[in-house]
């Protein structure tokens, strides 16, 4: 069974600052990979998601995250943090043939200070 | 386009009593899945249905139940509620019994046990 860890349990970043948040997947072959946005209060909204072919993938408001095979990876960045962002993240893995279930990181807080 | 909808957005209920919480998919989306959230963790997944059947499920316990109707909304039903079922729960609606183009999640039911 695929497995997601995010070892950040918070990060605080000040605003403008870069971002880099950290999730590693267990799985045999190669995923599907997401990243997906919670404001408090609120359901999850895709950031973006990995299927295949180009390893850097573009999300919405900024956001892009890279999949590293060798080190299963799959890192969320974005190059200037903004106080809006200030959110729960959660990384997603989900097998790449069959039935779909997505299974979920158990999320990173991340604080912006002003 | 609508989103997916949720309902209720809270609930409050005895231990022992039964609950059943609603969703209305995105318009075009065929699959639904419900996951449930407890407090500071991610989503777990409780089962998929995708046209009407059960597609898949997670490891909860047959109390857990729901239905998909012709319309692609769906219930989730608990029976004999316990303290640990207090959590949100969210739907999430997607295209395709794959679901390999993301889900839309709703805002999701806030369910507290006492």
């Known amino acids: 069974a695929q497995s997601v860890t995010q070892p950040d349990i918070h990060i605080t970043v000040s605003e403008g600052a870069s971002l880099e948040l950290r999730c590693n997947y267990s799985y045999g072959a190669t995923p599907y990979l997401f990243w997906y946005v919670q404001s408090p209060g609120q359901g999850l909204q895709l950031l973006l998601k990995y299927f295949s072919g180009d390893t850097l993938v573009q999300g919405i408001k900024g956001f892009e995250a890279e999949f590293k095979r060798s080190q299963s990876s799959f890192n969320l960045r974005k190059p200037s943090v903004h106080w809006s962002d200030a959110a729960e993240y959660f990384c997603?893995?989900?097998?790449?043939?069959?039935?779909?279930?997505?299974?979920f990181g158990r999320g990173t807080s991340l604080i912006v200070h002003p | 386009e609508t989103g997916v909808t949720q309902s209720p957005t809270h609930l409050i209920k005895t231990r022992g009593q039964q609950v059943t919480l609603r969703c209305s998919s995105q318009?075009?989306?065929?699959?639904v899945s419900w996951y449930q959230q407890a407090l500071g963790q991610g989503p777990q997944f409780i089962f998929q249905?995708?046209?009407?059947?059960?597609?898949g499920r997670g490891n909860f316990p047959p109390r857990f139940s729901g239905l998909q109707f012709p319309n692609y909304s769906s219930e989730l039903n608990v029976n004999a509620l316990e303290l640990d079922d207090s959590a949100l729960y969210l739907c999430?609606?997607?295209?395709?019994?794959?679901?390999?183009?993301?889900?839309?999640f709703g805002s999701g039911t806030r369910l507290t046990v006492v």
């Open positions: 249905y995708y046209r009407e059947e059960e597609n």
């Open positions: 997603a893995v989900a097998r790449s043939g069959g039935s779909y279930i997505p299974t």
């Open positions: 318009s075009g989306h065929n699959t």
């Open positions: 999430a609606s997607s295209l395709g019994g794959q679901g390999n183009y993301g889900y839309t």
